[in-house]
Structures are given as structure tokens and as C-alpha cells.
């Protein structure tokens, strides 16, 4: 069993209402393989969550792990039994569109008017839109019996063909679960802002409703960016839109651990470390956890010991969350480089053996450490290896460089500015012209009225 400060620190309760049960599974198995909770409510979740999927054959070996290899559940066996009642269905409706569409002089002679290619198929080939739903539905079967690749398939023919804007819209949401949970990374990234745009451009009767999708949206991209080689530059562009900052903290400010280590892991993204410690500071009373802490013992507090502390603990939580594994080396690593640069930039002299102390290194190995990051990020700084220290210059900019800094967006904010008032001189004017005309046309009709 894991240590009560690993089950403290895990999210899957909190994340588990945003996802697909289908992406449940892999978090529910990574759990299994850490230990965290007990082997026994593991399986129980696990059953529970796949009996009301397709995936029988998978949740029957669950089921007698734990009740042992001779039990039979009679919930699967009638959930198998409808399963095949339902492919001999589905299938016969499924094969004659997919028949139609493969032929050639069908995909030359389609257009960009969905209407149009409705009309010219229904006449031309007796693809009624009732055919169509038929890819709608059996692309859902074929995911519930996570055949992934061929719902994605599926559901893309069923975009390109239905006139259906909410059914076409919930499809690729799935086509978006399916290419996630078959690995499809390129295609699943460009689905994703295929749905960011959908959400955005939509029109919600209701604004929570906008907001729930915007949440799981936020959710489910996780998978992606963790997985995807521009997801770490992805994550932070999207969630420090002020839309989706603003889902992250209404609706699940835990989402916070996963931006803070992109930003952290992304040296190219440092100029964001200020809107994230702001942002962490607001939701400091709504979540915190190791990674969170860290940022800010180390940006508001400037408590390098706390820092410390909470960097061994990052560590727990990075083994422990399905995301993060994977970022496990990048994270200590870039951790570490913040945690120096932001106590050199304090200190004139430091001792080398206090600075990888508080590194949570050791001997030689912390020394070559922090001599290369020296020298590999060009600090104005001179080690002494008679006294084992490291002698800093000066890291404050001059004036000059506090004005360039300042001013360098200066003339762009201008343009801006011109380009808003010339529309406005535009619209003005032309308000003006309208108002003339309709009073020159009122003007003359009182005068004929009059003669």
C-alpha cells in the first residue's frame, strides 16, 4: 500500500466525473499497478465500470478475479446476448453506406455543401439520411466494444456526410475518445482544436452548459498533451486563454498541478511563471498539492527550505499521477534550475555545497551540476573553488534595459489603438450617411404629401 500522503495527493476522484468511462480504465489500472489503494476495491471499480460497457469479455475476467475462475455473471451473459443481437442490426445498415461511399465517382463528384451532397446521394444513389445515422450509431457499438479504430472511422464518414450540427458535433467528441484511446496523438491533437473551436463558436442556450463542456474538454485534452510532442506549448496556449484560466478556476482548480508542470518543464514559456503564480495564489484556499506549494515557497515566500521540502514531495506526486509520470526527470530537473536561478538572483555568494543541498543532491555530483548550469546558462557568476562557492554579479537590469522592456510593445499597442478608432470614425460616418438618407427620403415624402 502507498503512503496516506500519495492517496491524499491523487486526483482521480476529483477528475473520474469528467471522463468517458472508457478513459476511466486506464487511469483505474494505473492505479492498480501503484498500489495505491486496495487490490479488492480496485476490481470492484473496475467490474462496475465495465459491465455497462461492451467490453464483456474483458469485465467477465474481472468478475472472477474476484470471485474466482468458475463464477458466471448473469449480467454479462445477457449483455453479450444483446451485444449480438444488435451487430446483426447495425451491421446490415452499415454496410450498404459504407458500400456507396467507397465507390470513387462518389467521393470525386462530393462538395463542400453538405446539402447539396444529401440531395445528389438521395437521387442519385437512394442515401437516405436515415442511412447516414446508421455511421452515427454503429460507430457508438463499435466504441462501447472498444473497437477504437473503426469508430473513428466511423464517425469521420459521418461528419463529412450528416446535415445533423448536435449529432455531428457529439461524433467528434467520440471520434476525439477514440483517437485517444488508440494512440493516435497527431490526429487526436487536431480533433482537439477542432472541439475547442466548436465550443467556442456554439451557441448555449444555458452558460453552464458551455462551461461543463469547456471542463471536459479540459480534462480529456490531458491525455493529448502529456502524450503529444507540442503538448506542452499546447497545454499552456490553451489553458491560459481567459476562458478555459477561467473554467480551471470555477470548475476544477486541481488542473492547476498539470499547467504548473508544463510551465516549469517548458523553459521557452518562462514569461508565463507570473500569471501562473498569480493564478495559483487565487485558488491557494480552493486546491493545493506539492507542485503548487513549490511554486509558490518559491516565488511569493522565497522559502528556499520550504522549497526544498516540497520538491522531495513533488517527486511522490509526479510517480503517482498517470499524467506525470512520464515528466518525471524534466520536472526535477527544470525545478531545480528555477530553485537555483531564483536563489542566485537574491544572494552575491553562495556555497556550493548549501546549493545542492537544497537541491536534495549530494557530493560531486550536485557540484557538476551546478557548475554546468552555470555554464550553460551564462549567469554572470564565477565559481571559487578554493572556497567552494559561487561569487554572482549583478542580474538587475539597468534603466535603459527597464525602459526598452517597458516600451518595446509601444508602437504595436499604437496601431492597435489607430486601427480601433479608424473603424469607429468609419461606422460613425456611416451612420451619419444613413441618417441623411432616411431624412432626405422622409424630407421628400412630406413635400409630395404637401403638394
Known sequence: MASAQSVEND????????????????????????????KEDLLSAKYDLLVKTG??????SIYKEMHGESAVSEELKAKEAEILQLDETLRGETDKVLDIIANPEVISSLGQDKLQNQTFLERDYGLTQAMILSLYKYGQYQYELGQYGACADLLYHYRILSTDAELSYNALWGKFASEILSGNWDVAYQDLHLLRESIESRIFENPLHQLQQRT?????????????????DGIIDLFFQPPYINTIQTSCPWILRYLATAVITNRRRKNYIKELVRVIQQESHAHSDPITEFILALYVHFDFDGAQQKLLECATVLENDFFLLATFDDFIESARCVLTETYCRI??????ADLTARLNMQGVE??????????????????????????????????????IE???????????????????????????????????VATGALASMVE
Open 366 to 403: 550536485g557540484e557538476k551540476w551546478v557548475v554546468n548550469l552555470i555554464r550553460d546558462t551564462r549567469v554572470d557568476a564565477k565559481i571559487d573553488f578554493a572556497d567552494n562557492t559561487v561569487n554572482l554579479g549583478s542580474s538587475y537590469p539597468t534603466v535603459y534595459q527597464q525602459i
Open 406 to 440: 517597458r516600451t518595446k510593445n509601444l508602437a504595436f499597442r499604437s496601431q492597435v489603438l489607430a486601427t480601433k478608432i479608424e473603424k469607429r470614425l468609419s461606422a460613425q460616418k456611416k451612420a451619419a450617411a444613413a441618417a441623411e438618407s432616411a431624412s432626405s
Open 216 to 232: 471536459w474538454l479540459i480534462h480529456w485534452s490531458l491525455f493529448v498533451f502529456f502524450n503529444h510532442a507540442k503538448g506542452r
Open 347 to 352: 544572494h552575491k555568494k553562495v556555497e556550493i
Open 11 to 38: 486526483l482521480t476522484r476529483q477528475m473520474i466525473p469528467y471522463f468517458d468511462r472508457h478513459l476511466i480504465y486506464p487511469l483505474l489500472h494505473f492505479l492498480s499497478l501503484k498500489e495505491l489503494y486496495p
Open 55 to 60: 467490453l464483456t469479455e474483458f469485465a467477465g
